[in-house]
């Protein structure tokens, strides 16, 4: 059983930067396409950034250009760079597989990211 546990959130104000990384355990991780999503209060869950195991990687077009993710399978940690950010980015962010059936890892905590002046 796959444990994803988030970390790297926090307080930033408008057009600063946060990274954020995502741990998992045990190895079958690396074999999947990896994705960080984000919820808001009221708002559905969205993909913004995946990365399959070769490297090529996916945006959401809200984030294109100012978010980068990243991955290192040795050490089964996926991480989000995360430039330029908007109020609109306020968000939990989490990682997980990316499973067109919605067949995901058990969701971690999540990390929160506020971007507020």
């Known amino acids: 059983q796959v444990q994803l546990v988030e970390s790297g959130g926090g307080l930033v104000q408008p057009g600063g930067s946060l990274r954020l990384s995502c741990a998992a355990s045990g190895s079958i991780a690396r074999l999947n396409a990896m994705g960080w999503y984000r919820q808001a209060p009221g708002k559905q869950r969205e993909l913004v950034a995946s990365?399959?195991?070769?490297?090529?990687?996916n945006y959401a077009d809200s984030v294109k250009g100012r978010f980068t993710i990243s991955r290192d399978n040795t050490k089964n940690t996926v991480v989000l760079h995360m430039n330029s950010l908007k109020p609109e980015d306020t968000a939990g962010y989490y990682c997980?597989?990316?499973?067109?059936?919605?067949?995901?890892?058990?969701w971690g905590q999540g990390t929160q990211v506020t971007v507020s002046s």
């Open positions: 997980n597989k990316v499973d067109v059936l919605g067949r995901y890892f058990n």
């Open positions: 990365i399959t195991p070769g490297g090529n990687t």
